[in-house]
């Protein structure tokens, strides 16, 4: 049933650019916009104008460089500061230069802070609630009204806040949003919250939540299910200190465990790239554990998971992950066994006999190979090259082989490689800069190698991450460095471990030409690496 | 009040180890037990005994080397296999060969499991059930009974669900925990479906959820709510897929909002520091954001946000930090103005006059250096610098200086850096080796300077991150270096910013020099990267 009536709301550029390590520029806004457009996001608040310099320019901007197709542009700032006309209130003015279709207004609901923050009085809130809300909409604006603190408020001083509600609601204020700003609500009293304000207002209510008790989006189902028909969110939950309720995780949740098509079904499996741009114009680690768009989502390492997964996917997953645009995954460890390394080979495209004994000495050699620090979760393309040893019985003889090198980098800047390899039996030398020393050394071997192997002119290093590993009785402290790499349209890792980081790095480059030398049959898609990575 | 009969129960060490990245070594996992046994939890699973050889060898040393002094040690396993007597059945054996005082069984409860993952008749499950549960408390075991898949079972047959619950407790489970395995309910249903088991069965119900739909400590809640005495999670919610119920946010709900001492009260101020000393053992990259122990919980980046904490941090806090070992803290950037600048000098032990000259001017220059692509927010060190400065009307004169640095790196392992400087008026030369050229140049330094300044030796570089800065139509592109630093029982850290990562890194370097070597009169307590950092 189509709800044209609810309204899903993104403020990712605005309450979730106050997280921690945000910083976005004007471009990377407009980009993330059009993201949340093509997901079908009703509403996109943009930003504070007037306030923040930065959001003034976006909103002068978006009038020419912003197309939107699905959702309408908010624009968000605070009600008139305390006895001054709303005509000569230069914030509000700003607000209207936005020339956005939709405005949010933010207002205090809680009488402690109407007293200590505001620092006036009850009915002059009111006063400015009303008078603010009326001039918007008698620009030509639609109003909405955050209530600020709303639930602390309602605890505090019940009638006030209800007051705040209708006070809104009667100026004009299409949907009134109940913020639960501190973030310190669990899902039973704000659900007793919602019902009764709209049983006492009869105003069309929306929610915004906050993750401090790592219930946002719980709160937010259980707001929806008194009746709420507006809800708030940022991708991924940024936000200030805990966050915002992540509003990829409760549009899947409203679609596909309440059936309400908050944005168009067809747009769903948009859900896993739209997480994946966003990550990417922000630069924010992505969280690998995140609810249906995790890299890690539909990620199964226990052996008997593994073994319940190759006779039904469902008996391990709530959904198909295809469904929201993501994919199972199986890794391979010392935790699975035969069945996750048989389950992985498939994915990967090879066509393995269960049981067979290649597919046990590999399971071995991974076991063994994981037990001196190596690890293939996120190396798809160093397990092929082992998988494919096993299946051929012998390791295929290397087309070329590196036998010396050496990385400087000094106050001028950069790092410069140099590498003495041996190419089909010829010595050949090769030079390479880069910013870190594994970009110097991927430049020396692409100058070495695509003259000979055209097929390496694609291969192109996306990101790399570094772990120390510390010893023990049986062996010295050695360093693992897991590379991700673009082949064409296709992503995959690899991994090396030695004593130093950028020999690591140097077994973990070769493993990735080797792959793609070796002429792979693989149909894999995306593999991401499952392990946070910072980017570069 | 206390409720002696609430079971609060970790799974880090087994559920938990399901996580993709996440592999422990015994001596990880005893120290994760202490750690766990020190914060006041109930009861720690400590692994899979005869399933997983690592778990084996965890159990047997754990008699010896683990002197838990609030926890009772639990082994989990599953019901004998189907048509085979249970003293016959090696896995089962295993379980009690680990010697713990409490045990913990899986058993399928979701029909649709019985016959397709085990294969067998729904009579026999309730046997494999019956016996096996029988067969440990006959041994002198407390068992728990893990009733899996038990949410989704219930859609499918309630009756027989129910049954099982009733087959465990009346063969002498102590406490049947309700599993929602595949992590795809919501807080309502879990409620109802407790509230219903509990009143058919009559048996004391446990809880077990899955973050799949971003829920898993509001179904946690719920389900305590309706009545469960039991409720099982993770140190920072590992576990494979979306992650088991994050254990820490569960109890300091159940503490802190629903009045339930789950643990000592006292032993609550040890959260943020177990969590802390956990991550440290797993390496896996903290969530800033995350409820309660989050280096990013309490920190406030909104200009008008910091005007209010000025006034009482209680009016965007929804609890005093300190209540679980956490700190409020402000960060500067952009985004905050004169009022963030003015909260965070004081943070850091400046008595600065509100709205002095010198906090406008620190806060015009942070702006400049952020549209520089310099972040202050992990850069304690580098903003106290900087503020001095302002305070002072100059930048101290410096007692020392590089004049040129050169890094190598080679196939023999490692970094190797040389350096010249001026060290009050006289020419000197340094070498350093390190892993990286970082570690190589933080070497130098110190051989140069700590003979001179002998403050210099208690400084520990401890971590590092490199973020890749796009140009623009102004400015090329760069890389901001963020390190951090342990200087005595102090930890902070430092940024610089430059064309490549080697010379932002001595940037921030020597920024961290300086800042030893001025004599600092802060008293600021551990600074966190905000930004999750690999670790290294």
């Given at each position: 049933m189509v709800q044209q009536s609810f309204q899903l709301y993104d403020t990712t550029l605005r309450d979730g650019t106050q997280m921690a390590g945000l910083a976005l520029t004007v471009d990377d806004k407009l980009a993330i916009a059009r993201s949340l457009d093509a997901l079908g996001v009703g509403f996109i608040e943009g930003g504070w104008p007037g306030a923040v310099p930065k959001d003034t320019e976006f909103f002068r901007r978006a009038r020419t460089e912003l197309d939107l197709r699905a959702a309408l542009l908010t624009a968000f700032g605070a009600t008139r500061r305390p006895d001054v006309a709303v005509s000569q209130d230069p914030q509000v003015r700003a607000l209207l230069q936005a020339e956005t279709p939709v405005v949010t207004l933010v207002a205090k609901s809680h009488t402690g802070h109407v007293d200590r923050a505001l620092r006036t009085t009850l009915a002059e809130n009111l006063a400015m609630i009303r008078s603010t809300v009326q001039h918007l909409v008698l620009a030509g604006r639609r109003v909405f009204l955050d209530a600020e603190h709303y639930f602390d408020g309602y605890v505090s001083n019940r009638e006030y806040a209800l007051e705040v509600v209708r006070t809104a609601a009667e100026a004009g204020a299409e949907t009134v949003v109940l913020c639960d700003t501190n973030g310190g609500s669990l899902p039973e009293e704000v659900k007793a919250v919602v019902a009764d304000t709209i049983a006492m207002t009869g105003a069309a209510i929306g929610i915004h939540c906050h993750d401090d008790t790592g219930c946002a989006v719980a709160n937010t189902m259980a707001a929806v299910d008194a009746g709420a028909v507006h809800a708030q969110g940022t991708a991924h939950g940024y936000g200030e200190r805990c966050g915002n309720a992540n509003l990829f995780t409760v549009m899947a949740n409203l679609v596909l465990k309440r059936g309400r098509e908050v944005i168009p079904l067809e747009r769903l499996v948009e859900l896993e790239p739209t997480g994946r741009v966003i990550a990417e114009v922000t630069g924010i680690p992505r969280v690998p554990a995140a609810p249906y768009v995790g890299t890690a989502a539909f990620t199964h390492k226990a052996g008997l998971h593994a073994s319940a997964l190759r006779v039904d996917p469902g008996l391990y997953q709530h959904i198909d992950p295809a469904r929201v645009g993501n994919a199972m995954r199986v890794l391979v460890s010392d935790m699975g066994g035969r069945s996750s390394v048989e389950l992985k080979a498939r994915e990967l495209g090879y066509d393995v006999a269960a049981g067979s004994d290649a597919v046990g000495r590999a399971a071995a050699r991974v076991k063994e190979l994981e037990s001196r620090g190596y690890s293939f979760e996120s190396a798809d393309a160093s397990f092929a090259l082992l998988l494919r040893a096993e299946l051929a019985g012998h390791t295929p003889p290397a087309p070329f082989g590196v036998e010396s090198w050496q990385v400087a980098v000094d106050g001028d800047g950069g790092a410069q490689a140099s590498m003495g390899l041996r190419v089909a039996g010829t010595p050949r030398t090769a030079t390479g800069l880069g910013r870190e020393p594994v970009h110097a050394l991927d430049a020396a071997l692409h100058q070495a190698l695509d003259p000979v192997?055209?097929?390496?002119?694609?291969l192109r290093l996306t990101g790399h991450t570094v772990r120390e590993l510390a010893g023990d009785r049986t062996a010295p402290p050695s360093v693992r460095v897991l590379l991700s790499f673009r082949c064409g349209d296709r992503r995959w890792g690899t991994v090396g471990v030695d004593r130093h980081a950028t020999g690591a790095a140097l077994t973990a480059l070769l493993d990735a030409v080797h792959y793609v030398l070796s002429d792979a049959p693989e149909r894999r898609r995306d593999t991401e690496s499952l392990v946070a990575a910072p980017a570069g």
């Open positions: 192997f055209p097929a390496l002119t694609g």
